[in-house]
Every structure is written in C-alpha cells, then in structure tokens.
C-alpha cells in the first residue's frame, strides 16, 4: 500500500514510517501542507495520515481541498486536540476516520485496514507465498481450494511472516508488534498464535520454523 | 434558577399605590375644593335672596306726611318661603326706633351698612339665623334719618342644601378617586409589561442562546439591557475561553506525551536486553494510562461544562449508538473481540448528542478494554415504558455484587481491572451524563439483568445500563 | 342628725303647699280668658291628670264632634277637652302662655303660620303612609285638614232674569251695568274685625291687582258689612242681600236647608281656599296625644277612605293646587307680611277710604 503522511513531527513521523514500512507499505512523508499538495498532485496513494496542527496551516483546509479536488484518497486524521471538539469537524469535512495522539501503533494498523477494507481494497493487494494466498483486507487464507478467515492476531502475524519470508523474528520483535502495552503478556503468548498460524497452514508447502534460541521463521517446506 | 431570589418590594405595586394614592388625594382636594366653591355659592345664593327681599322691602319705604311709610310688599317674604321653609324675621327701625317687626331682632355690630347690604350670622329664639341688613338715609322734614331694615331666615334651609351638596361633592369625590383608581392599577399594569415581556423573551432563549438582546425596549430600560447585553458578552467570551482552554489543554498534554511515546517505541525496537525491554514496556504503558486518564479528566471536565446548561436536540440513540460500534470495531477487532448489537427503531431522546455519545463511548471502551480477547460484547437498545434503556453486556467477569455502586465513584478500580490500563472515570462519566438527563445507570451481573437474554454468554460478565427517560 | 330630718320634711312641706296654692292660681288665671264654649268628651269624670288632651280651637265643637268622638273609640282612656275661642284670643292665648293647651286648631292660617315662625309650637312627624300634598303641611308644625274655599253666595231670586255670574269679572260688569238693582243688597265680611275675612281680603288683594276695583264698586253700592259668614248666608236666604261675597263656602254647603234659596259660586277666575290647620304647642303635656289627634284628622283628610265624620267637602288631589283656579292659600312667611302693624294699619286705611268712603 502507498501512504501518504502529513505530519509535521519529525520524530513521530519516522516512528510512523518505520512501522508501516515494516509493514510492506510505501510511505511518503510530507511535513507540511505545500510538500503534501506536491506530492497529492503528482502520485495516487491508497491511504492518506493527516496531522491538523501544521507548520504552514490547518490539515483541514488540505482536507477540505482534496475532497474539492474529487480526490478519492481515503484520509485517517491524526490529532491531538479534545475528540469532542474536532469529531464532528473532521468526519463532516471528509475523513473517514480519526486517531488521537499519542496512539497505539496497533490502533492506527487496525483502522488502516479498516478504511482500506471499506474503501474497497481490491484484490490487488493479495499476497502469494508458494501454494498460500493471503488477502490481508478480507483476512483470509487460500490454500488450494480452501479458504480459512483469520482471528486479528493470527492474521498480523502472518502478514509479518509473509513480507519477509525466511526471516527470524524473535518473540520479543513479535511480541512488540502483535501486542499492545496494555496487554502484559509474556514472550510465551506468542507461541499460542505460531502454533495456530501452523495450525491453518497445514497441507501447505508454506511452514513455520522455530529457529531455537532466535525465534521463528516462515520458509517454503 | 429563582428559588429564592431576595425580592425588595414590587414595582407594580409601588406604582398603584402612589397611582392611587395621588388618585386619593386629589378626589380628596377635588371634594373639599368644589365643596367649598359650592358652599360659597350656595351661601351667596340664600344672601342674594335675602338681600332681594330686603331691597324690596327698602323700596316700599316712603315718607308720608312727615312720616317714614313703608309697604312691605308680600313677595319680599314669601319669595323667602319659596326658596325653603325656614322660619323668618324681619325689623324695620327709623335711627333708634323700631317701626315695626320682630323688636329684639339682635343687632349687627358697628355702623348700619350704606349702600351695600351687609350678611351676619347670629342667635335669634334659639336657632341660627342669617341676616342682612339695608340701610337709607330719607330726609324728614329737613332732618335726616337713617332707616334700617334688617330680614332674617333661619338656616335649616341653607343647612339641608349643604348636606345635599356635600353628598354630591362626595359622591363626586368618590366617582372620581374609583375611576382614577382603575386607571392607575391598569396604568401600573401596562407599564410593567415590558419587564414582563423582556424577562419572558429572555427566559424562552435556550441554554446556548448568547445572543445580546436586541429586541426594543421602553428607554428607561435600555440601562438594564445594556448590562445585560454585556454580561452575556462577557459570559460569552468566559465560556468560549473555557472551550478554548479545554481544547488547548488537550493538545499540550498529549503532544509532548506523543513526542515521548515514539521515542520509547524506537529505543525499545533497538533494545535487546529483557529488563530493559520489561522497563520501556512499562514507561510505554504508564504514558498511555497518562494519555488515556488525561483525555477521561478533560472528557469530564466537558461533561461537567456542558451538563450545566444542558442542551436539548432530538438524539437518536439507536444510531448513535452503531455509529460508536462502527469507530471502535477496529480496535475490538485487534483482540479479536466480537461485537453483536440490537438496535431496534425507537423514539428520539431529548438530550445534548455530544454527551450521550461520550457516555457510550465512554462505556464501550471500559467494555473493550476489560473483555478478554475472543470474547462477545452486546449492545442491546430496549424501549422500556417511558424510558430507553441501552445495555452494554460484555463478559469480564463481573463485578462483585455489592461493589457497584463503589465502582462508579471516581478513581475506583474495579477487582479484575489488574493490569488493565484505565481509571473508573468512564462509568463516572457515563453516570453524570445520564443523570443529568434525568435518567440513571445500573450495574448488574450479566445473567440477572431483566433485559433480554444474553446470545449464550459463555463466561460471567457484567450490564451495564444507562436508562434515559423519554421528552 | 333629727334637725335634719326635720328641716327636710319641712322642706317637702314647703313644697307641696306653694304647688296647691300655684294649681289654685293657674285654676283661677285660667278663667280669665274668654271662651266661647267648654266640652268634655271621654270617659266621664275620668281621674283628673290622666290622658287629658287639652284642645284650644276656632272651630265649632259641633262641627268636630265627631271626629274628636271617632278618635276616642280607640283611646277608651283619653279625655278631650275641647275649648272653642276666636282666633284672636286663641293668638293671645299662646303668646301670652296663660293657658296650658297641648294642641291649637285654628282657621286663621296667618296667625297659625306666626306662632309656628315665632317659636311657639313643635314639630310632629306625621305617621307613615300619609300621602299629604306638599302645600298643606309648613315645616311640619302646620298641618292642614281641609281645604274650604272663599265663595261668592248668590240670592236665586235676586238674578231673575240675569245670567248669574260665574267669575269676578263677570261680577263686576253685571254690577256696573244695573248698579241700581244691587245697591245695598251687597255684604262681605268686615275685615277690621274678622280675622278670616281679613286673611281672605288679603288674599284677594295679593292674587289680583282688581280687589281694590272691586271693593270701589261693592262701596260705591253701600256694601253692608258682617261679622261672620253664618249671618251672610242667612241673608242671602232670607232675600236681604243679593251678593254675598268671600263666604266660607264650607258653612254654605252645609246649610242644606237653604239649598234652594241660595247659589254658591266658586269664581272660576280663581277661589282662594282657606286651610284649617292645628299644630301641637311648645308647652304641650302630652304632644303624644296632640300628634295622634292630628294624624286622625290627616287621615280623615287626606286619606284614600272617606271617613263619614268628617265634615268638610273633600275636593281631588287633581283639582286644588296652588296653580289651579281653585287654590290653597300658600302656607309660608308670606302670611306675616300682612299681620305686620304698618302693612296692616295701610291696608285698613285704604280699605276705609275705597270700602265705606269716608
């Protein structure tokens, strides 16, 4: 997927990008509303993340004019300010969802794939690993003829797996991605969802390691 | 918001009673005035008769052979008899003599009058008398004399006049003072009116209505809705700075806590070591239930803020609540928690939408974050008598019977909300929403709820009800 | 202590001896004026002091007998003493105050009005429902009760031939055209001594200009004079006079024995009506009694019952008023202009020098 994000904190939009990237995603980072027009103007993203509180003016009014514009782009807006206030703001001008500051990076994942499920993702974005195709909007597995829906967290884990195969991620890597902080979990939770995860793929050529001491990884059989 | 404001007697009432007391006064001036303009009158009246019967009297005086003659003509006293019935005297006397008549007729003091006749008021054969006196000079025989006529009436006449007249007078007086009296209390009551009309205009504004007044007002009012139409500027300016404030408030403690979460984030992802992981983890964790405590503080200081003048629009609850579940689905979604609902077509609530749905919203969250991953969270809307009851079934467990109330109070933590991030602010919250709605919020273990049954709650869990009385 | 006793019995004695010797004056000092008849009417020697009604009058105890009789019937324990008088002796009477009466009726309507002006009578509040005419009551002292007109009586048999004239004027033209035929056969009363011929004399004067036209003609045809109008009517009768004029039609109604030798006009230019009046004295004992006897008489006057004793003509409400031809002599201080000593001392002198032309 190609994002675009508008955000004027630098340190939060490298954390932003990073996680996305680590995703799969494409990220293009526009600091200010001028950068963000550029960019609007000259490629199509499939997401865009709209901080309101920039350096060169309100995200609002970029919102206002994108939607002007027919732009299509779902937007996910990004804010700091009381929800009460801004919620009836943003969604009325065009949003299609908001996420207020500081979130959970796993918060931002969910509604990003629920904008782009409601959006339509097509089928374009379909993954394939050996004989396993895994749509990650509809969050189904195909394996030959059978189609297997996958719990949240299942389905997160094997979209790590699946954009870098035959890396070792260790628990603790995964942990920080599956979990949110809230959740207190232990490194050993992780072994429930890997152990699902091999569960589904079973009757695949697509398998699940455990490299002893490092972690896992999933590798064609 | 009048209960007992101290009041400083009444306008109204002040003005009829100066109204009708000047009312009194002057029907009393007009009484004593037109009765002593009418007594002199009627005085003047009964003297001139007199005065006319003893003129006709003086002109029948004549000098025949060396002798005052007179001819008294007979209307000089029945014309007095047909003015009233008072008894009559008269006296005709030459100098020092009397010539004929009523001999002990008293005498007015001092020099017979010439020319104009002259009135006394005396005591004849125990009754009160009015006389008057003419008297002429006739040459006798070369020598002069004076001759004096004096007739008198009784005053029962005059007296019964009076008394007629002072009825009148005071009917008159009275007639006046009732009509006066009626004018002045309709007066009082018309001049009131615009301070009535003004207070109603007013009173009729809704809760947000700042507007300055602008309708028009008689212009001993202007300095009144003058300060009015400052004070409500002022309360604008106060409230929209409070608005302000919260908002900006808002910001200033989440983008630094922003700022400090992404950067525990990035060190974490570089940190190797379990109990530096453990620590980061829990720093990242304490800044959320920062970030989440700020935002239910602010979320309730809204709350409080808003509840004050607690605005009226026609909320659908039933969409309001599916517009909830469609933003939080995400997020239940990432513990794969499932959300079921029954939201049913139900009458509009009165109520300010922005509070039912930080209500709801509140609760759903608690819902969310206290529910274990794959579990079920119901959201049931029940039309119940006159009241709509919206539940929140979910199963974490339960609250403790008996704790339910403890649990609203603030800051309270639930039993099974170990570990979990999140302060007992949102049932707070929820609750002062709905009570300031007029309704209320329950709390019950799931299975003893009298609403619908649960779709087979697999473990305990707890409903939470907020119930809103219909408009 | 005894001597006090004492001094006040003697005190007491003192007392009751100067009342009896007093009562024997007053009892003596009572026969000193002069009265023409004395009645007692009631319970026969009744106990002396009790419900005596004392009434001085002008009129004949005949003509009131019965009423004063009616008015007992219901009073089993009232006494009236009825004294008759001239009108004259009756004024003297009361302003001198030598004679103790409760109740004065009188026909001189001056002399009444005079002792009701001067002081000497008392009010009385007619009983309820009386309907009297506002001009027969002065001041509630002078009631009226009977209304008895000045007529000219005429001698049938002396107008033989002649229309007999209904008016003054009609007088006066049929007297200046046979002047010869009525010379001598003319009487009235003589006012120097008659009261009531005085006050209807008066009268005439103060309501036409032409009495003393009149009175020329009557004087210049030997006008005869009276005393009072019972003599008048008999002269009429017996062929003596001709005209007599101011008679008390009253007395002349009442002569129904001469019904068909005497004519009673009441002139149509206008008859003047004299009122008998009563009023209750000052010094009344018992001015009770003296109100109810006046009621009775109101009543029998006024009332909507013709009472059967009483003795006057009743005319209707309608027919007498003091705008009518028939009039009541006005009631009022007018009446004391001519008792006035000059005014009357005047009217005397012209009426010597024009009636007997001396």
Redesign the interface.
């Known amino acids: 997927m190609r994002f675009l994000l508008v955000e004027d904190?630098l340190?939060?939009a490298?954390?932003v990008e990073?996680r996305l990237r680590m995703d799969g995603h494409v990220v293009d980072h526009a600091p200010d509303i001028s950068v963000a027009d550029d960019y609007a103007a000259t490629a199509d993203y499939d997401l865009i993340l709209l901080d309101i509180?920039l350096p060169d003016g309100d995200g609002r009014d970029f919102l206002k004019a994108h939607r002007n514009r027919q732009g299509t782009t779902p937007v996910i807006v990004l804010t700091?300010?009381?929800?009460?206030?801004d919620r009836v703001g943003v969604l009325d001008l065009g949003a299609d969802?908001y996420i207020?500051?500081?979130?959970?990076?796993?918060?931002l994942e969910?509604?990003c794939?629920?904008v782009l499920r409601r959006h339509g993702g097509g089928s374009s974005n379909q993954k394939r690993f050996g004989s396993v195709v895994f749509d990650p909007m509809a969050g189904t597995l195909n394996i030959g003829e059978k189609t297997v829906s996958l719990?949240?967290?299942e389905l997160r884990l094997l979209e790590i797996f699946i954009n870098a195969p035959d890396r070792i991620f260790s628990k603790?890597?995964l942990v920080?991605r599956l979990f949110?902080?809230?959740e207190?979990v232990s490194e050993n939770a992780i072994e429930v969802y890997v152990g699902r995860l091999r569960k589904h793929l079973a009757g695949s050529d697509v398998e699940i390691t455990t490299v002893r001491g490092l972690g896992y990884r999933m590798s064609l059989a | 918001m009048s209960r007992g404001l101290p009041t400083s007697g009444s306008i109204r009432r002040r003005l009829t009673l100066q109204l009708v007391g000047s009312a009194a006064f002057l029907a009393s001036l007009l009484f004593v005035i037109v009765l002593g303009f009418t007594r002199d009158v009627s005085q003047q009246t009964h003297d001139s008769i007199l005065a006319a019967s003893a003129t006709s009297i003086m002109d029948s005086v004549s000098v025949r052979s060396g002798e005052v003659s007179v001819d008294i003509p007979y209307a000089a006293l029945s014309m007095l008899g047909n003015v009233s019935s008072d008894r009559v005297f008269y006296r005709i006397a030459q100098d020092d003599s009397v010539l004929t008549g009523y001999a002990d007729l008293p005498l007015p003091d001092g020099a017979p009058p010439r020319g104009q006749p002259r009135f006394d008021t005396l005591h004849y054969k125990g009754d009160s008398i009015r006389m008057v006196t003419l008297a002429r000079r006739v040459s006798l025989n070369g020598q002069v004399s004076d001759v004096v006529i004096s007739v008198a009436q009784t005053r029962e006449g005059q007296a019964a006049q009076l008394a007629e007249l002072t009825r009148n007078a005071l009917q008159l007086g009275l007639g006046f003072f009732m009509i006066a009296a009626f004018l002045a209390i309709w007066a009082a009551q018309s001049s009131i009116r615009p301070l009535a009309e003004l207070a109603e205009a007013v009173s009729r504004r809704g809760p947000k209505d700042l507007r300055p007044v602008r309708r028009p007002v008689p212009s001993e009012m202007i300095p009144l809705v003058t300060s009015l139409n400052r004070f409500i500027e002022r309360l604008r300016v106060s409230l929209s700075r409070s608005e302000d404030f919260i908002a900006e408030a808002a910001h200033r403690v989440r983008t630094p806590l922003a700022t400090v979460r992404t950067q525990a984030e990035i060190t974490l992802r570089r940190v190797e070591r379990d109990e530096n992981r453990a620590s980061l983890r829990e720093m990242i964790r304490a800044i959320d239930e920062s970030s989440r405590a700020a935002g239910q503080l602010l979320d309730h200081a809204m709350v409080t803020f808003r509840t004050d003048s607690l605005l009226r629009e026609e909320v659908d609850l039933g969409a309001l609540s599916r517009e909830l579940l469609n933003r939080l689905r995400p997020i239940a979604e990432l513990k794969d928690i499932a959300l079921h609902s029954d939201l049913p077509q139900t009458p509009p609530l009165s109520g300010d939408p922005i509070l039912i749905q930080n209500a709801v919203r509140n609760l759903l969250d608690n819902a969310i974050k206290y529910a274990p991953s794959e579990s079920d969270i119901q959201v049931i809307l029940r039309k119940e008598g006159a009241e709509l009851r919206l539940s929140i079934i979910d199963e974490a467990g339960g609250f403790p019977s008996g704790d339910t109330d403890a649990l609203t109070a603030r800051f309270a933590r639930g039993a099974n909300a170990e570990g979990t991030i999140g302060s007992g602010l949102g049932l707070t919250i929820a609750r002062e929403v709905v009570e300031a709605h007029g309704g209320r919020l329950t709390i019950a273990p799931s299975q003893a709820t009298s609403g619908p049954p649960a779709a087979s709650p697999r473990r305990e869990g707890s409903c939470v009800s907020l119930c809103f009385p219909m408009s | 202590m005894r001597f006090l006793v004492f001094s006040n019995v003697l005190t007491v004695a003192l007392r009751v001896i100067s009342l009896f010797c007093l009562a024997g004056i007053l009892g003596g000092a009572a026969q000193a004026f002069e009265i023409e008849d004395q009645r007692r009417f009631g319970p026969a020697a009744g106990a002396a002091g009790a419900d005596v009604l004392r009434v001085l009058s002008t009129t004949d105890t005949d003509l009131l007998a019965p009423l004063i009789e009616s008015f007992l019937r219901s009073r089993p324990t009232v006494v009236v003493d009825y004294v008759t008088v001239s009108s004259s002796e009756l004024m003297r009477a009361v302003v001198e105050g030598d004679a103790a009466f409760d109740l004065a009726v009188s026909s001189a309507l001056d002399l009444q009005t005079k002792l009701a002006n001067d002081g000497y009578t008392r009010a009385h509040s007619p009983a309820g429902r009386l309907r009297i005419p506002d001009w027969a009551v002065w001041r509630d002292h002078v009631f009226a009760f009977s209304q008895e007109p000045a007529s000219i009586v005429l001698s049938p048999a002396a107008f033989e031939g002649l229309e007999m004239p209904r008016s003054r004027q009609a007088l006066m033209s049929l007297l200046r055209r046979y002047p010869n035929r009525f010379r001598g056969h003319i009487g009235t009363y003589d006012v120097e001594t008659s009261g009531l011929g005085y006050l209807f004399a008066t009268q005439d004067l103060r309501t036409s200009e032409s009495f003393w036209r009149m009175m020329e003609i009557f004087g210049s045809l030997d006008l005869r004079l009276y005393c009072c109008s019972g003599e008048m009517i008999e002269a009429v009768a017996r062929g003596e006079l001709a005209i007599a004029y101011n008679v008390l039609g009253s007395y002349a109604r009442a002569r129904v024995d001469l019904a068909d030798r005497i004519e009673i006009v009441d002139p149509q230019d206008y008859t003047n009506m004299m009122l008998r009046t009563a009023v209750v004295l000052k010094g009344a004992d018992r001015p009770d009694l003296a109100g109810a006897f006046i009621d009775h008489l109101l009543r029998a006057a006024w009332g909507n019952q013709r009472d059967p004793a009483y003795p006057f003509p009743r005319y209707a409400t309608a027919e007498t008023s003091p705008t009518a031809a028939l009039r009541p002599i006005q009631m009022g201080p007018g009446l004391l202009v001519f008792l006035d000593r000059l005014k009357r001392a005047r009217f005397l002198e012209e009426w010597r020098s024009t009636v007997l032309q001396k």
């Open positions: 904190n340190s939060l490298a954390a990073d509180m700091a300010r009381s929800e009460v206030s969802d207020t500051k500081p979130f959970d990076f796993s918060e969910a509604r794939r629920a719990r949240n967290k603790s890597k920080d949110s902080y809230e207190d």
